[in-house]
């Protein structure tokens, strides 16, 4: 039996997060990997250690680290909930950690409204211990991550690069993505 590996794409406050649980408590023997819950962890006990620029190694160690294990020790399937908006870094997760013979790739896109996110991010109560270097909150996120959208590395998934493609567009989506999840793990035994 393959495991599957459910991987979300998407801007700050576009619903990864509340996805992954909800997929997670509806998807038995399944986990989520959120590279939030690290930063903050890293962030809370291990500041002077962090980086201030540049890529966040530490932290993507720490990832690495959590889902190797898992690969290892446990017969999981993996909710990734992370942006994951780089192609480059989809390849990474999709090629080298998450290969088409060991698994069941699915990336879940979150195509909301860069109004919807504003809308969000302004009135959010997130924690914004998950920050390093010259971002301090989410509007400063939102806003980076939108400028970052003219990069020729940031590009929406393709239905060519996993197994399974699924889009919300909004929060009324994502029972169906979450029932059509299911069924391809029930299918996959």
């Known amino acids: 039996m393959k495991r599957l590996v459910i991987i979300t794409v998407g801007k700050t406050h576009s619903g ?8 997670e408590e509806q998807l ?16 809370t006990y291990y500041k002077k250690l962090q980086r201030d620029e540049g890529p966040n190694i530490l932290k993507h160690s720490l ?18 909930c992370n942006s994951n908006r780089s192609l ?3 390849k990474y997760l999709l090629e080298d950690l998450f290969p088409a013979e060991d698994f069941v790739r699915i990336l ?12 969000r991010v302004k009135h959010s109560q997130r924690s914004t211990n998950i ?3 010259p971002i301090k909150n ?21 239905e060519k690069e996993a197994d399974h493609l699924f889009v919300i567009k909004d929060d009324n ?17």
């Open 63 to 80: 990832s690495k680290l959590m889902v190797d294990y898992a690969k290892e020790h446990t017969d999981f399937h993996f909710i990734i």
């Open 131 to 133: 920050f390093r270097g």
């Open 16 to 23: 990864k997060t509340t996805f992954a649980h909800a997929l």
């Open 173 to 189: 989506d994502m029972d169906l993505v979450i029932k059509s999840i299911i069924h391809i793990a029930q299918t996959s035994l």
């Open 108 to 119: 879940v896109h979150f195509d909301i409204s860069y109004d919807v996110l504003h809308s």
């Open 138 to 158: 989410f509007d400063e996120l939102l806003v980076r991550q939108h400028e970052e959208s003219l990069k020729e590395d940031i590009v929406d998934p393709t």
């Open 28 to 43: 038995s023997n399944s986990f989520v990997v959120d590279q939030d819950n690290h930063a903050e962890f890293l962030n």
């Open 88 to 90: 480059k870094g989809r």
